[in-house]
């Protein structure tokens, strides 16, 4: 049986006082679920997509918990009086709150009990197996929206998932930064700059403000210089190449920012590195190179008990640069991203009291609630014990006051679990960008007050913002090399040879030296016979389409990097003097790549 990361309830006011709820959220392990249920194998879920190619059997952590033998995926339930009434899919934990690596191992109930019976009145109007979509239900969708999105516990939990899969994708990183290196360095190609299509997602650098120089250098696409205008060389980039630097505390991590084209870097004048928030226990470490860039360590210190609810802690480096006789800055971004060490000692809880002592915020300061943005998580803990604030009446109560310039957030206390709980802050429609509230919490007691304070900043949401037309964007050299796949009808081609022998099912790959009209070519057998034989081995055992075109990727990748260390090979034997080179002959490089596509894909079929 699964166990549980996380399990925690919240209750939370729907808006237009339509009553509360009670949100009960659970993260499970990661592990296989108990096999599924004789008959239910078969069983089609409903809400199945169109040829949607369906697992053998369900092996999400999940799956015991939902209902037989028709499962689907709707993990989150709405109950009136103990029976589901409405029911979403994990569409939602993706798209609306954004856990992508969190959806096969979370499940939410949603308690509507507290409504007003007019409320449930609204809500159950309609079918018995769904609710009426109406006003109250729209209220309600976004009150379990915003409570759960900015949950820190959820957010800790998918920035752990995410740093596993940045892990396992490290060396298919390594293996493209270190062809792009090689292949530049090769290759006499004329660069080529110019601005490519604005993708959405944190690559891109658009949003700014007034005044700010935004560089959008890693979203530059080759061969499509008219979109956009422009840009000039020298742009800074980062190695290796990643979009977010995720550190663990007292572990160093080094990197290396330069300049493209890497001459440009004898002509630099300054470089800043800024951090925003600033983080004081991350540990800064800057040595120049002599060619071509700096390398920058960064070290984030721990220090003497820093609670683990401060996790994770988000900031973003960024690099500003001068060059010599050319105005404009260059500027690079990155996320930076700590998260707790995986295996750590666990601090011996604190003794709870029947006399509490103190109350305290854990959450990480500054605080900010983003306007017209989700509920803010704001953890604190007390020495008291939990049984203090849940008696009848209770000998001690929770209480929170807002100082507010404007209109007053509405809040909400959790109940204690372990002399831990929170503070919701409702983003209220009022809030104005720039002001500072002051949030006091108080636990009063029999002749006694516990106190503590702590201030939250309002501030404006991201917004797509006009840049003026002095942008550098990021120049991207042309691609020194020519990446072709072929396919049966393409074997009868006479142009076409496999290291001088015509193509065949046996054959994985080849390539053609660059010549003065064209670069480096690299041709991929896309039908060689164990190619499709893995395919059709992946097909059988019902992958994710997803999964079978990544696996083909990283075939794909692997094999054309090989190619391409062939290919320096073959150059660096033939500029040797006569006699004191070994270039292999085209028989000996046919089955060299022969031999490395089938232990790759042997490889791929034994562990993948």
């Known amino acids: 049986?699964?166990?549980?990361?996380?399990?925690?309830?919240?209750?939370?006011?729907?808006?237009?006082?339509?009553?509360?709820?009670?949100?009960?959220?659970?993260?499970?392990?990661?592990?296989?679920?108990?096999?599924?249920?004789?008959?239910?194998?078969?069983?089609?879920?409903?809400?199945?997509?169109?040829?949607?190619?369906?697992?053998?059997?369900?092996?999400?952590?999940?799956?015991?918990?939902?209902e037989e033998p028709k499962r689907g995926r709707q993990v989150c339930v709405f109950?009136?009086?103990?029976?589901?009434?409405?029911?979403?899919?994990?569409?939602?934990?993706m798209r609306d709150l954004e856990l992508k690596y969190l959806r096969n191992r979370m499940?939410?109930?949603?308690?509507?009990?507290?409504?007003?019976?007019?409320?449930?009145?609204?809500?159950?109007?309609?079918?018995?197996f769904q609710f009426y979509e109406g006003k109250v239900y729209a209220a309600l969708e976004s009150r379990v929206i915003?409570?759960?999105?900015?949950?820190?516990?959820?957010?800790?939990?998918?920035?752990?998932?995410?740093?596993?899969?940045?892990?396992?994708?490290?060396?298919?990183?390594?293996?493209?930064?270190?062809?792009?290196?090689?292949?530049?360095?090769?290759?006499?190609?004329?660069?080529?700059?110019?601005?490519?299509?604005?993708?959405?997602?944190?690559?891109?650098?658009?949003?700014?403000?007034?005044?700010?120089l935004v560089l959008t250098h890693d979203i530059v696409q080759e061969?499509?210089?008219?979109?956009?205008?422009?840009?000039?060389?020298?742009?800074?980039?980062?190695?290796?190449?990643?979009?977010?630097?995720?550190?663990?505390?007292?572990?160093?991590?080094?990197?290396?920012?330069?300049s493209r084209p890497d001459e440009a870097w004898k002509i630099l004048e300054s470089l800043t590195l800024t951090f925003d928030p600033p983080v004081p226990e991350l540990q800064v470490s800057r040595t120049t190179q002599l060619i071509g860039g700096e390398e920058v360590a960064l070290r984030f210190v721990e220090p003497e008990g820093l609670d683990e609810d401060a996790y994770p802690i988000e900031t973003t480096l960024r690099s500003m640069a001068t060059f010599k006789g050319l105005p404009e800055p260059r500027v690079l971004e990155r996320r930076v991203v700590v998260t707790p060490a995986r295996k750590k000692t666990p601090r011996p809880p604190t003794p709870l009291k029947d006399d509490p002592t103190f109350v305290k915020v854990t959450s990480r300061q500054p605080i900010k609630i983003l306007v017209g943005g989700a509920d803010v998580h704001v953890k604190l803990r007390w020495d008291g014990k939990d049984e203090l604030v849940s008696g009848t009446p209770p000998t001690w109560q929770l209480r929170v006051t807002v100082d507010s310039p404007s209109?007053?957030?509405?809040?909400?206390?959790?109940?204690?679990?372990?002399?831990?709980?929170?503070?919701?802050?409702?983003?209220?429609?009022?809030?104005?960008?720039?002001?500072?509230?002051?949030?006091?919490?108080?636990?009063?007691?029999?002749?006694?007050?516990?106190?503590?304070?702590?201030?939250?900043?309002?501030?404006?949401p991201p917004s797509p913002r006009k840049l003026s037309a002095k942008q550098q964007g990021g120049g991207q050299r042309r691609p020194p090399y020519d990446l072709k796949y072929l396919t049966r009808s393409d074997?009868?081609?006479?142009?076409?040879?496999?290291?001088?022998?015509p193509w065949t099912g046996m054959?994985?790959?080849?390539?053609?030296?660059?010549?003065?009209?064209?670069?480096?070519?690299?041709?991929?057998?896309?039908?060689?016979?164990?190619?499709?034989?893995?395919?059709?081995?992946?097909?059988?055992?019902?992958?994710?389409?997803?999964?079978?075109?990544?696996?083909?990727?990283?075939?794909?990748?692997?094999?054309?990097?090989?190619?391409?260390?062939?290919?320096l090979k073959t150059k660096e034997a033939k500029s040797q003097p006569e006699g004191n080179g070994d270039a292999p002959t085209p028989g000996m490089m046919r089955d060299e790549i022969q031999r490395v596509a089938h232990t790759l894909l042997k490889l791929m079929e034994v562990t993948l």
Request: aromatic residues 6%; proline residues 7%; charged residues 25%.
């Open 1 to 66: 049986m699964p166990v549980a990361q996380l399990d925690k309830s919240l209750e939370t006011p729907v808006a237009e006082g339509h009553g509360t709820i009670t949100i009960r959220v659970v993260v499970l392990e990661k592990g296989l679920a108990a096999a599924p249920a004789p008959g239910s194998v078969d069983e089609t879920p409903v809400d199945a997509a169109a040829e949607e190619l369906l697992p053998e059997t369900d092996k999400r952590p999940i799956s015991t918990f939902l």
């Open 79 to 93: 109950l009136i009086n103990g029976q589901r009434q409405h029911a979403w899919d994990n569409q939602f934990i």
């Open 146 to 212: 915003a409570t759960l999105k900015n949950d820190p516990d959820l957010r800790r939990l998918e920035e752990e998932a995410e740093d596993d899969i940045s892990s396992l994708q490290a060396g298919d990183e390594a293996v493209k930064a270190a062809l792009d290196q090689l292949i530049e360095a090769h290759h006499e190609a004329a660069p080529h700059t110019g601005h490519g299509h604005s993708q959405p997602g944190e690559t891109t650098r658009d949003e700014g403000t007034p005044g700010q």
């Open 507 to 567: 054959e994985a790959g080849s390539f053609d030296p660059p010549s003065a009209k064209s670069p480096l070519t690299i041709f991929i057998n896309q039908d060689m016979d164990l190619l499709i034989t893995y395919r059709d081995g992946l097909l059988a055992k019902k992958h994710a389409e997803t999964t079978i075109q990544q696996r083909i990727n990283k075939y794909t990748t692997h094999v054309a990097f090989h190619l391409y260390q062939m290919y």
């Open 407 to 460: 209109v007053e957030p509405q809040t909400f206390l959790t109940r204690p679990v372990d002399g831990r709980f929170e503070l919701l802050i409702q983003a209220t429609p009022g809030l104005t960008a720039g002001e500072q509230l002051k949030f006091d919490v108080e636990a009063v007691g029999p002749g006694k007050t516990l106190s503590t304070a702590f201030l939250a900043d309002v501030v404006e």
């Open 223 to 258: 061969g499509q210089p008219q979109e956009g205008v422009a840009g000039a060389a020298p742009v800074l980039l980062l190695r290796p190449d990643i979009a977010t630097i995720r550190l663990k505390p007292n572990e160093q991590r080094k990197f290396l920012i330069h």
């Open 107 to 128: 499940l939410v109930v949603v308690d509507c009990d507290g409504l007003k019976p007019e409320a449930i009145a609204d809500l159950m109007q309609g079918s018995r």
């Open 491 to 501: 074997w009868t081609d006479a142009n076409l040879t496999c290291f001088d022998q």
